[in-house]
């Protein structure tokens, strides 16, 4: 079932089963919020296992740099604004993967990585990509990388 993303009353609505709900919840409150201020956009996710094409267009994504993350994916979201189409994973670990794919001609394609405050970085993640800290209203400091995509999706 579709669960909009209230970033005001954090709720940990389809997070339930990871160990750190809370602090997914918090991260995932942040996205919506950004979604929100920049494109009135409202974040809408869905039970991973209700969509399957989502989180199998990530993980074809995610082989090309040889990322089989073994996590349990529990909600996914998938949606374009302002010309950009967004495919999101929240894993039970406290990860979220992003795939930002510009439907423009020459537009921005990358992935990235946020973690939930106080998530270490996975091992699969920890040796390959440099983390950086920005802070966040909802989610008090967040991890995160990027790479930029080689092909087109």
């Not at 909009?4 to 709720?11: C, G, L, R, S, Y």
């Not at 040889?66 to 999101?88: H, I, M």
């Amino acid at each position: 079932m579709p669960y909009k993303v209230d970033f005001e009353n954090i709720e940990t609505t389809g997070l339930e089963e990871s160990p750190v709900a809370k602090d997914l919840a918090k991260l995932r409150a942040n996205e919506a919020r950004y979604f929100w201020n920049k494109y009135q956009h409202e974040l809408v996710t869905m039970p991973a296992d209700e969509v399957p094409e989502i989180l199998n267009r990530v993980q074809t994504i995610l082989k090309e740099r040889n990322l089989d993350l073994p996590y349990k994916a529990l909600e996914v979201s998938d949606f374009a604004a302002n010309n950009v189409r967004w495919s999101q994973v929240y894993y039970d670990n406290g990860l979220e993967v992003s795939v930002i794919y510009s439907l423009d001609k020459n537009g921005r394609h990358s992935v990235s990585f946020k973690l939930a405050h106080g998530i270490d970085v996975p091992t699969e993640l920890n040796k390959k990509f440099k983390f950086v800290h920005q802070r966040s209203q909802a989610a008090d400091k967040i991890r995160s990388a990027y790479f930029i995509l080689q092909r087109n999706y």
